[in-house]
């Protein structure tokens, strides 16, 4: 039975959430800038909208030669703001994960997925489910990604990297060789440059030659670790699983309201259910919270979030059902637009355990 292995990549992540913010700019360049302060203009590109790019924009190009490439062309030049797009990603790893079997994040804009246990290892219906990845995706953040599906990671970032911008590339496992074995071997996940130019001395240029090549050669080589994996990417059959997160450093749940709205009540009853599967959580895993967040996406999709913090850790439903209620009154008396997404977030999490032997560790000494 074939692993069935997801690697999802946002397309031209920053500069789409800038996009989403002011849709106006769907129709222009538009450069996500980290700007150093020197000057008014030193400073790199973090990444371009498609149509920057083909205007040969890149990231981490001088700010001043992309502005250079895009002269006269009415480019938007915008700050980069981590922080909005650390949200944007929190939200979309968290809606992730209750569609796949195992989630692996492994940076802001891209994760691994496992879906072999829920596709029975079929390829067909794990598309289905990918599809519907990007259906929520555009739904809810109005976002567009790359999804790539095969056998093995290597497999699956390799799709998705091929599929982008806004693709789904199925690698079935009968096709993963032969899909493989005309890319060149720098296509692979961990062959940079140093790597390929020492595989084209060996005359090794194509992932098929390396597939082909003597195991001891390789090995030789690169080293018995990087040699054994190299020669398993090649036919697509690495080894490495899908890894979640070990240690949670906080629990959420958002919801989208069946209509949009600024009631608090309204709010908060569609979100009741969520605040249990939060608690839940918290309890399957021993932890108490210092930090109960209410969290609401507007009509325009822009996110507020009202935060309460505790002296000493809270594990209580009741008290955390009490603290959201008033966290959503208080952001429906500042909110200009209806709530369209509301969601409950839970943080500063400690072990319960530890607590608890504390207070024994106290009783018994006392
Ligand atoms: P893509 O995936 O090719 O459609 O485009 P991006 O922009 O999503 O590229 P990706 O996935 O490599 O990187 C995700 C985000 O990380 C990107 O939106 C901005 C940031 N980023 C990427 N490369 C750089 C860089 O060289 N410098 C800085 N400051 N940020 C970067
Ligand atoms: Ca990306
Ligand atoms: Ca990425």
Redesign the pocket.
């Known amino acids: 039975m074939s692993r069935v292995v997801g690697h999802l ?8 959430v800038e996009e989403v913010e002011d849709p106006s700019l769907r129709q222009r360049p538009v450069i ?1 800038c ?1 700007f150093s302060g020197r000057t008014d203009e030193s400073g ?5 909208n ?1 149509i920057a790019r083909g205007f040969g924009v890149r ?2 190009m001088p700010i001043s030669l992309a502005k250079k490439k895009l002269e006269g062309k009415n480019p938007a030049v915008i700050r ?1 703001d981590h922080e909005k ?1 650390e949200a944007v990603s929190a939200r979309i790893m968290e809606d992730l994960e209750r569609q796949v079997d195992l989630l692996e994040p492994t ?4 994760a691994f997925f496992d879906v072999t246990a829920s596709s029975g290892s079929d390829f067909g219906k794990a598309k289905i489910t990918c599809e519907s990845i990007k259906e929520s995706l555009l739904r809810n953040e109005r976002l567009t990604c ?1 999804i790539g599906l095969g056998r093995s990671k290597v497999v699956a970032k390799l799709a998705s990297d091929m599929s ?2 806004g693709g789904l590339l199925v690698v079935a496992p009968e096709t993963t060789e032969n899909f493989l074995a005309p890319l060149p071997v720098s296509k692979l996940y961990g062959v940079g440059p140093k790597t390929t130019s020492a595989l084209d001395e060996m005359g090794v240029k194509t992932v098929g030659e390396l597939a082909r090549a003597a195991p001891a050669a390789i090995e030789g080589r690169f080293g018995s670790k990087f040699g054994g994996y190299l020669m398993a990417a090649a036919t697509g059959t690495d080894p490495d699983p899908v890894l979640p997160g070990l240690e949670p450093t906080q629990f959420s749940r958002i919801v989208t309201l069946k209509q949009d709205t600024r009631d608090p009540m309204a709010a908060y009853a569609q979100i009741s259910d969520g605040i249990e599967h939060v608690h839940g959580k918290m309890m399957s895993s021993a932890k108490s919270c210092r930090t109960v967040s209410a969290i609401a996406v507007l009509t325009d999709l822009s996110t507020k979030t009202k935060s309460r913090t505790f002296e000493t850790p809270v594990d209580d439903l009741a008290i955390i059902k009490e603290t959201a209620l008033l966290l959503f009154e208080e952001l429906g008396r500042t909110v200009e637009k209806d709530f369209r997404r509301v969601g409950l977030r839970v943080s500063g999490l400690e072990n319960t355990e530890d607590q608890t032997s504390l207070s024994e560790y106290v009783r018994s000494a006392g």
């Open positions: 990549d946002l397309d031209y992540f920053y500069a789409q996500v980290v790199v590109v973090s990444t371009a498609y990231s981490a980069m797009y940076g802001i804009d891209e790359s982008k911008p």
